[in-house]
């Protein structure tokens, strides 16, 4: 099935009709441009003139959806009105057809019309001046120029303007729609900031409630289980705290948040992992020296390394209390070629299953936390000499990572 032409814009149906009405009012009480003793008059009468002007206004239906065939019939349609009486009206639907040819046009057409109107000026100012040697044969150019090289600038004036306004709200729109990208790029790394520091802070306390939990309900020993009530409610007192403040910080945007971890709270970590029953040391290597900050050879530890340090350690010590099987669980840091080395090793195997449910979550936060500061993480199984073993891996840059 053929498509079906473009129907004419409203607007262009109100030229039209005011254009073949003013002109037929012109024709009946009979004033034309010229008269039937004009030498140029080819066609005397009414009836030639209506011709050319229905023409015209024909035209000046498609001077929106077809500018350039209309521009070309106008043309014609103008060229024969030159040997009739003529008609006002005929005229200026000529100049609308020039003016909307310009500016409705395809781009080539656009620039070029401006261009040959203005050369048909030039032309009929100097041809007939040059034949007749009359500064009165000038005036034929001035027409001319009137008629169509008026109307082609203006329609380039005007469309210029226009792809003007057009270019700036595009520039508005792509600014917009930047300003809404990274919106949503901060609402997002804020949402998975805010879950890491969730996850970390609470889920030690949690997985100690629930291995505890577990212990107590499985053993019927009154000291065993007094114990591990005891440890569920100081973890679920430290865990209750952590959720009201992080509550508080994301209902009141002033309240004030506590102390960001350091690596002088491991030692502490650690004797909570202890207390927990999980059997842990901490191995600091030469050049950490804990009472003078945990400084190293290339000065004091950046505060996000030492943030991101103290989290990957505890969420190491928190699945292997979940995870491990018997035996000792190691947590070292030292210094390497410019970065801070974070390794958490501990017991892989010898468990039935977990003794607290995983998520994975913790992985993804470990790794997510090392790859903002350009480190390398790695976490898995490795063979040695005391068994296989659980090794998780952090190289943090003691350097701002540089941005290109």
């Known amino acids: 099935m053929a498509p079906r032409p473009p129907r004419p814009h409203r607007f262009d149906v109100y030229v039209a009709l005011s254009g073949l009405l003013g002109g037929v009012l ?14 140029i008059t080819l066609f005397d009468g009414p009836w030639p003139v209506l011709v050319t002007l229905t023409v015209m206004a ?27 009486q003529g008609n006002v009206a005929t005229a200026l639907m000529f100049t609308d057809l020039v003016y909307a040819a310009v500016l409705y046009g395809p781009p080539a057409s656009a620039r070029r019309i401006p261009w040959i109107t203005g050369l048909l000026t030039v032309a009929g100012m100097l041809v007939p001046f040059a034949v007749w040697r009359v500064p009165e044969a000038l005036l034929i150019g001035v027409v001319i120029g009137i008629v ?9 004036i005007v469309r210029d303007h226009r ?18 990208m990274d919106r949503t790029q901060a609402i997002t790394a804020e949402r998975a900031r805010m879950a890491r520091e969730l996850h970390d802070m609470v889920a030690n306390h949690l997985s100690a409630i629930a291995i505890h939990s577990t212990a107590a309900l499985s053993l019927d020993e009154p000291t065993t289980s007094r114990e591990a009530l005891g440890v569920i409610r100081e973890n679920s007192v430290a865990g209750l705290a952590e959720m009201r403040r992080l509550i508080g910080i994301l209902r009141d945007g002033d309240s004030e948040p506590a102390a960001t971890p350091t ?10 992992a202890r207390a927990n ?22 000065g004091p530890v950046p505060a996000p390394v030492e943030l991101a340090a103290y989290r990957i350690v505890q969420e190491s010590l928190t699945n292997a209390l979940k995870h491990a099987g018997p035996g000792r669980v190691t947590a070292s840091l030292a210094h390497q070629d410019g970065s801070l080395t974070v390794t958490v090793t501990s017991p892989y195997g010898g468990r039935d299953g977990p003794r607290a449910p995983g998520s994975g979550a913790g992985l993804v936060g470990m790794r997510e936390r090392t790859e903002l500061l350009g480190g390398t993480f790695e976490a898995g199984p490795e063979e040695s000499a005391d068994g296989e073993l659980w090794a998780v891996r952090a190289t943090l840059p003691l350097t701002e990572r540089k941005t290109a």
């Open 26 to 39: 012109l024709v009946v009480i009979g004033l034309g441009v010229r008269t039937s003793r004009d030498p």
């Open 58 to 84: 024909g035209c000046e239906l498609l001077r929106r959806t077809a500018p350039r065939a209309a521009l070309l019939t106008g043309t014609v349609a103008i060229i024969a009105d030159l040997v009739t």
């Open 148 to 156: 169509s090289f008026g109307p082609a600038a203006t329609g380039w």
């Open 163 to 180: 792809d003007a306004a057009e270019a700036a709200r595009l520039r508005a729109e792509q600014t917009a729609l930047l300003a809404e």
């Open 263 to 272: 690596l002088e709270g491991l030692p502490a970590l650690v004797e909570g």
């Open 277 to 298: 029953g999980l059997d842990v040391s901490l191995a600091l290597a030469a050049g950490l020296d804990r009472d003078a900050g945990l400084d190293g050879p290339h």
